[in-house]
């Protein structure tokens, strides 16, 4: 059981553009939603996360908007850039227990052409 | 302002051989997770460790694999006869304080373990 569906797998951007990708989850207790950032040979890079309380957050470049109704969640990468090109990976928890584990979608892999 | 340290960074065993693996947490942390990465594949929970204890280990395999997160000294996972399905990039993230608003999880390098 898949409990993080993100897409597109693969997603290329001329420098310049946005880059949007998107997930979805299933599980109505997430309430921690983490995007993850990785280059090759390199572990996961926290980029931004938001709370169910809000519906967008900034930090920069990069806006995760957030749609509770819909149980959806994207990330915007504003101003694309080729230093941007990695995998980009969405991840939810339940922060109102006493584990906080990631569940992880399968990661978007984007390059950013010059 | 050291981050996660994990070591060693690559790991080569033959089949049947005993792989171990390290996990110092950032400063201040207390909170030891444990996940696994498959080419092409996201990165799968295997388990949770506090000092000393073991809070969640459902995604860990049955038999063969192991963690520990002693008093002292960093957090181990241990797999034991290894086979080529063990391959792949294990990665260790750590979080400040259980009951803290945001569980902020900072990874390492990652120990990409090789089965021959």
């Known amino acids: 059981q898949q409990q993080v569906k993100q897409s597109p797998q693969s997603l290329i951007v001329q420098k310049g553009g946005i880059s949007i990708i998107n997930c979805a989850y299933e599980n109505t207790a997430f309430d921690y939603f983490p995007w993850y950032q990785q280059f090759p040979g390199k572990g996961p890079a926290l980029l931004i996360a938001i709370r169910p309380d809000v519906s967008e957050k900034k930090e920069g470049r990069f806006t995760i908007s957030f749609n509770k109704s819909a149980k959806q969640f994207s990330l915007h990468i504003m101003d694309s850039q080729p230093g941007d090109s990695a995998t980009y990976f969405c991840a939810a928890s339940n922060s109102g227990g006493s584990n906080y584990k990631l569940t992880f979608g399968k990661g978007t892999l984007l390059t950013v052409n010059p | 302002n050291a981050g996660v340290m994990q070591n060693p960074r690559h790991l080569v065993r033959r089949r049947g051989q005993e792989a171990r693996l390290r996990c110092s947490p950032m400063?201040?942390?207390?909170?030891v997770y444990w996940y696994r990465q498959l080419p092409e594949e996201g990165l799968k929970f295997m388990v949770y460790?506090?000092?000393?204890?073991?809070?969640?280990e459902s995604g860990m395999p049955k038999e063969r694999f192991s963690a520990e997160f002693p008093k002292e000294g960093p957090s181990i996972l241990r797999i034991q006869q290894v086979v080529r399905g063990d391959s792949a990039a294990y990665f260790c993230?750590?979080?400040?304080?259980?009951?803290?608003?945001?569980?902020?999880?900072?990874f390492g390098p990652g120990t990409r373990l090789t089965v021959l």
């Open positions: 400063k201040g942390h207390s909170h």
């Open positions: 993230a750590s979080s400040r304080l259980a009951g803290s608003s945001y569980n902020e999880q900072f």
């Open positions: 460790l506090q000092k000393e204890n073991i809070i969640d």
